[in-house]
């Protein structure tokens, strides 16, 4: 499995994906409906993508050589992560390798400070902020000015890399932890703060763009976050009004077209206690908050990105239900002695509505083996639904049903 191999599918393209995690082995579940498959660049034969797909490339994301051998032959090469050095892209595309998204526009998704500083010229709303890179001590002077002028509600933040509250630093008790931090992180990370905005809730506006501009958003859902990852995911996001939604979307798909964006986009959004909308994070590729679409949306995520990345007319994008959560399943701190597999019978015997979609990942504490999507029955209340989703998940990751569910517990 180290070439490309053959495709035995005469006619019909070939697209590489970047990455051989369960966002590239859900991408190929949707290849496999459309009568193609994914070739994937993986870093093991066991990485979830790789051992599903019979077109692998092992190899790295960080080696030239490697991401020409997956992108040989390929109509087009994407991603299921940003990690790939931005001046390999610029050589592939250098190469004629169809990169979706360009790489003028990943660039984006992974560097926070030039994406801070791109929205806020297209006049797009995104928290005060100020660069912390460059001179140890000038940097330094001006977290303590910055931090000083916000009240220290900040956030120190690694400009590249982190994800799932990994790279990001609440700063709670002022000056002293906020130096502590900065110069405990300054030697690996190149450092930015941010003003804490004063939200009610987290948002996320899915899109997708062709690469002639075709555009279409999913509805905006309600994203809970717990230890800095995200847990639950209510689709649509409840009480938020049209004229909000509408907002979002519209955001979402203007940066696509301003930046050129190929493929699935995530705008992750704060809703301010005034009802403002805030751009917090950018993803340019499947994410987490549209794994509810597998089960709860016309088109899934996963296909729409293959259509967008092909430039096939995108699919409709609606939900097939009034609510539909997704819950995501972690390995817990103490893995159960009762196999994933038994786990999963007495849920399907419990909640046969649940539909769960699993890795293949081993456990680990927190980290995302699988999730799960209840679609509401009509008329069904939200707290129901969310409910069913949330004890699910939990029994997934922890063989233990629980009793005394709070639906608010753990959240940040």
């Not at 032959?73 to 390798?97: I, K, Q, S, W, Y």
């Not at 703060?193 to 999913?218: T, Y």
């Not at 399943?329 to 893995?335: D, Y």
Request: hydrophobic share 45%; glycine share 8%; net charge negative.
């Amino acid at each position: 499995m180290s070439t490309p191999s053959a495709s035995p599918r005469a006619g019909l393209p070939t697209v590489t994906m970047i990455g051989g995690g369960q966002l590239a082995r859900m991408t190929h579940q949707s290849a496999i409906a459309l009568g193609q498959c994914l070739r994937v660049l993986a870093g093991s034969a066991g990485d979830p993508a790789a051992v599903v797909s019979p077109d692998v490339v092992l190899g790295s994301h960080d080696d030239l050589d490697d991401l020409l051998r997956a992108a040989e032959g390929a109509v087009a090469l994407t991603f299921d992560h940003e990690g790939v050095p931005l001046e390999h892209l610029r050589a592939l595309e250098a190469h004629g390798v169809a990169v979706r998204p360009p790489s003028a526009a990943l660039q984006y998704a992974q560097d926070k400070l030039l994406m801070r500083n791109r929205l806020a010229e297209l006049g797009l709303p995104v928290p005060a902020f100020v660069d912390l890179a460059g001179d140890r001590a000038a940097a330094r002077s001006a977290l303590i000015e910055f931090g000083a002028a916000h009240d220290w509600q900040i956030v120190l933040k690694a400009v590249r890399g982190g994800y799932d509250g990994r790279g990001v630093w609440l700063i709670d008790c002022g000056q002293e932890q906020a130096l502590e931090v900065f110069d405990a992180a300054a030697d690996s990370s190149v450092l930015m703060a941010e003003q804490k905005v004063p939200m009610v809730r987290e948002l996320s506006a899915m899109i997708a763009r062709s690469p002639h501009g075709q555009g279409a958003a999913w509805p905006v859902v309600e994203t809970i976050q717990r230890n800095g990852q995200c847990a639950v995911v209510l689709a649509p996001a409840p009480g938020l009004d049209e004229e909000t939604a509408q907002r979002a979307q519209q955001m979402a798909l203007r940066l696509a077209d301003e930046l050129g964006v190929v493929g699935n986009m995530a705008m992750e959004l704060f809703e301010t206690v005034d009802g403002a909308l805030v751009v917090n994070e950018l993803a340019m590729r499947p994410h987490n908050s549209g794994h509810w679409t597998m089960d709860g949306a016309v088109t899934s995520q996963f296909e729409q990105h293959l259509r967008a990345v092909l430039d096939y007319p995108l699919g409709a994008t609606a939900a097939t239900a009034d609510v539909v959560v997704m819950a995501n399943i972690l390995g817990a701190e103490n893995v159960p002695e009762m196999s994933m597999d038994e786990r999963l019978h007495h849920l399907m015997a419990r909640l046969p509505e649940a539909k769960v979609h699993l890795y293949g990942k081993a456990e680990r504490p927190d980290r995302k083996v699988g999730h799960l999507n209840i679609v509401g029955r009509p008329g069904q209340p939200l707290a129901d639904v969310r409910e069913r989703a949330e004890r699910a998940a939990h029994w997934m990751s922890h063989g233990v049903w629980t009793d005394g569910w709070d639906p608010h517990q753990g959240e940040n």
